[in-house]
């Protein structure tokens, strides 16, 4: 299993960023997508969760309205598109799959958000 995250970076608050996860060694078609974030001091959280197909998504409730996960299962890539982008929403940002019993993680994408 390998998780390659990218699309992060510098941006103002009240900017958008659209992170992407590219997938490999399993069939992603088949598990459901998550992504995380953590800040310096802090635990790692869920930030959104989609379904195998798209078909039921989830957000903390810090980026609802804000963020939207979605997915390409013919690309085997997830997406984080991030709107309206806040000072507390600077992390590094990890993408996840949950696979026979265990979690893998990518090796993260940094966003900061900052004037």
């Known amino acids: 299993v390998q998780l390659v995250e990218s699309g992060g970076g510098l941006v103002q608050p009240g900017g958008s960023l659209r992170l992407s996860c590219a997938a490999s060694?399993?069939?992603?078609?088949?598990?459901?997508m998550s992504w995380y974030r953590q800040a310096p001091g802090k635990e790692r959280e869920l930030v959104a969760f989609?379904?195998?197909?798209?078909?039921?998504?989830n957000y903390a409730d810090s980026v609802k309205g804000r963020f939207t996960i979605s997915r390409d299962n013919a690309k085997k890539t997830v997406y984080l598109q991030m709107n309206s982008l806040k000072p507390e929403d600077t992390a590094m940002y990890y993408c996840?799959?949950?696979?026979?019993?265990?979690?893998?993680w990518g090796k993260g994408t940094q966003v900061t958000v900052s004037s």
């Open positions: 989609i379904s195998r197909f798209g078909g039921s998504t």
């Open positions: 060694g399993f069939t992603f078609s088949g598990y459901a």
């Open positions: 996840n799959v949950y696979y026979f019993a265990m979690n893998y």
